[in-house]
């Protein structure tokens, strides 16, 4: 399952970085022949696009290496700290167009600047990137749901990006070949807003993965649910669950008969990490500790149970999935 999920994660980077290079080198050089402003900056775009994609590569890889006595959950961190970097890449680039379409219609605006129009050519290759960017955000999208990897799903809404930025670019070339050059930069500047959108949602969501965030309340209730079903489970008091990569690691703190012995209380808690293991997916460990249920912790809510885990927890808030 994991091995699969890594061949499809670099497929998709594979794959977008050798269409970005093929696209570079085409809108950069017909950028260039044809006059178009557009298709140049699309063409440095997709450049740096190839710059990130090859970071993303090497920290894929660098997040399939197995676990170690340093790291014995595995080297799945990489795929957050790759997505946080692609978000980042995106931000910088939606600030770089927004100040590059200002910086146009400022000139346009001062009569400093002004378009001839570009070759028709410009326009059609413009036009056969929304086509690739569009068919390769959904094949690339259905991927990041399937391997739910953050990088393959970052690149994804890069890929959506792209989309907007050609054809921004598109709508600008044909305009500004009958004679509205100031819809180019204007059209530009929208995009980089929905671009900056995209960098700080991409940053947000891989920033969750890095550092602790509130307890997710579903998957609370149903890890509290499940416990109901296992035989000798008088209480929960406590629970965190942390993610590494595609993999969830439990904590929980039970309430079991004080009479029993250690033996008959491992075998409660065996119970437990079985049930929660083959219940819920991703759940790689489940880590139980068990003690005489009392009275303080009885009949306590979710509410409850999730704020005496935060008042139990190190600075390293618990982290919930579904």
């Not at 994804?156 to 792209?162: E, I, P, S, T």
């Amino acid at each position: 399952m994991t091995n699969d999920r890594d061949r499809k994660s670099i497929l998709a980077i594979n794959l977008g970085l050798l269409i970005n290079i093929l696209l570079a080198v085409v809108k950069t050089l017909f950028g260039i022949l044809g006059h178009s402003p557009a298709l140049l900056a699309e063409g440095i775009n997709s450049t740096s696009d190839v710059a990130y994609y090859i970071a993303a590569s090497i920290f894929v890889r660098l997040a399939n290496k197995p676990a170690d006595a340093d790291h014995p959950y595995g080297h799945r961190q990489f795929e957050s700290i790759a997505s946080v970097l692609i978000g980042s890449f995106i931000v910088v680039t939606a600030v770089v167009v927004f100040w590059d379409a200002a910086d146009k219609i400022w000139d346009l605006a001062d009569g400093l600047s002004n378009s001839a129009g570009a070759h028709p050519f410009a326009l059609w290759v413009a036009l056969v990137t929304v086509l690739i960017k569009f068919f390769l955000m959904k094949y690339v999208l259905n991927l990041g749901h399937e391997t739910k990897n953050p990088v393959v799903e970052a690149l994804a809404y890069d890929h959506r990006n792209d989309l907007f930025s050609a054809s921004a670019a598109s709508i600008g070339i044909f305009l500004g070949q009958h004679g509205l050059p100031w819809v180019d930069p204007l059209a530009g500047a929208l995009v980089a807003l929905l671009i900056l959108r995209t960098g700080i949602f991409i940053l947000r969501e891989s920033s969750t993965d890095l550092m602790g965030v509130v307890p997710h309340r579903e998957m609370a209730e149903r890890i509290s649910d499940l416990l109901k079903e296992v035989r000798g489970v008088k209480q929960l008091e406590e629970m965190q669950a942390h993610r590494f990569g595609p993999h969830i690691v439990i904590n929980l703190t039970i309430g079991i008969d004080g009479k029993l012995t250690v033996r008959e209380g491992d075998k409660i808690a065996s119970s437990v990490e079985g049930k929660l293991i083959t219940s819920i997916p991703n759940v790689r460990r489940v880590h139980v500790h068990y003690h005489p249920a009392d009275k303080s912790h009885a009949n306590m809510t979710i509410d409850d149970i999730l704020e005496e885990s935060q008042k139990h927890t190190s600075p390293y808030q618990p982290q919930y999935y579904e």
